[in-house]
């Protein structure tokens, strides 16, 4: 079998000097996609690199794969997380993970949130910024928590994100509009500990507790191997939290139409309650589990890497087989 692995390297990224801090961190190195290629090579798949872009169609069609293994980002776009699987479904070549749909729901953190709210999914309460006027007469409680409506890597997210006032909000607000060049989602902020729950194939993973020591992971963070953040997997929850958690990304997922594999990032405030952060539809495979939550877990319920990637080309080859429901 023929399987074609599809990401967007960091460093092929395109640069251009009005771009925000980390611009490109929620793209492949190269180290991610040659474990993925050996992965797939030690499972007796023939396996070859594309990158995610318009150039690589002719390619893609002349190796003419059973399937892909998509890890694409895309570059530009509301819904770039999108592309890929849009130009598969053109060429009518089966692809891993969420379709243009789930792609497109889960990139738009605004919009998920709606359909969590829609299916009874705890989240925390929001609003979207397109300019900073639309502030002017709001009743505000803080603290509130200020991001991009639609990026991922905590891109945008800095040490300022925790607002306490509308100086703050304000400045963090023009921040991301006129830097980050993203609409602005404004959430309450909860306080409280964090939680990252990967599903690979129809299998909740452990949950990882992911500590940190600023009270939330910020960009800087992510990027820095030697920061003071870490994970615990299984988190210390009692059975019936780590149950209701588990269930909660199940119907996370479901929601948005995600498939194969998506990790779901969860806050719990000091009650117990919890709120849905947001859902990843292509979570980072890096092979450094201290890098990569979603490996992190797999290693802890007892998966080696070719067992993670086996189990992501299983589930949607599964699908394929399966009639449409
Ligand atoms: N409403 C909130 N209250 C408290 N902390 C928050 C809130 N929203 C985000 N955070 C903090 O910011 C971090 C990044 O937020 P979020 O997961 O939405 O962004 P992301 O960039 O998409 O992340 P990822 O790297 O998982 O793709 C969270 O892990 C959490 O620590
Ligand atoms: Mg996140």
Redesign the pocket.
């Given at each position: 079998m023929k399987v074609a692995v599809l990401a967007n390297l960091k460093e092929d990224a395109p640069v251009s000097p009005d771009d925000p801090p980390g611009r490109w961190?929620?793209l492949d190195e190269n180290l991610t996609i040659d474990t993925i290629l050996e992965s797939l090579r030690s499972i007796g798949y023939e396996a070859k690199y594309f990158p995610a872009e318009l150039k690589s169609i002719q390619g893609l069609q002349e190796f003419n794969p059973d399937i892909c293994f998509n890890s694409s980002e895309g570059h530009y776009g509301e819904s770039r997380e999108a592309q890929m699987p849009a130009i598969l479904d053109i060429l009518r070549i089966p692809y891993t993970c969420a379709g243009v749909l789930g792609m497109s729901l889960a990139h738009n953190?605004h919009i998920a949130k709606q359909m969590f709210r829609y299916a009874g999914l705890p989240t925390?309460n929001?609003f979207v910024l397109h300019n900073i006027q639309e502030l002017d007469h709001r009743e505000l409680k803080y603290p509130?928590?200020v991001?991009?409506a639609s990026?991922?890597?905590?891109?945008?997210?800095n040490t300022e994100?925790?607002v306490h006032n509308q100086k703050e909000l304000e400045q963090q607000a023009s921040y991301i509009l006129n830097t980050v060049h993203s609409l602005v989602?404004v959430?309450?902020?909860?306080?409280?500990r964090?939680f990252?729950i990967g599903i690979l194939g129809d299998e909740v993973l452990p949950i990882v507790e992911?500590v940190?020591p600023t009270?939330?992971?910020?960009?800087e963070q992510?990027e820095d191997v030697e920061s003071e953040v870490y994970r615990i997997c299984p988190a210390d929850l009692p059975p019936e939290k780590t149950r209701e958690f588990q269930e909660i990304a199940m119907k996370a997922k479901q929601i948005l139409a995600l498939e194969d594999v998506c990790?779901m990032?969860l806050?719990m405030d000091k009650d117990g309650n919890a709120?849905i952060?947001?859902v990843?539809p292509i979570?980072?495979m890096h092979p450094d589990p201290e890098q990569a939550?979603l490996v992190y877990a797999s290693h802890a319920a007892g998966y080696t890497y070719t067992d993670i990637v086996r189990k992501i080309v299983e589930s949607a080859l599964a699908r394929l087989d399966a009639p449409l429901n």
């Open positions: 961190d929620d953190k925390a929001f509130l928590f991001k991009p990026e991922g890597s905590s891109i945008g997210i994100a925790l989602l959430e309450e902020y909860i306080e409280g964090e990252t992911i940190s009270g939330f992971y910020d960009r992510k990790r990032d806050r709120y952060l947001e990843n979570p980072l939550s």
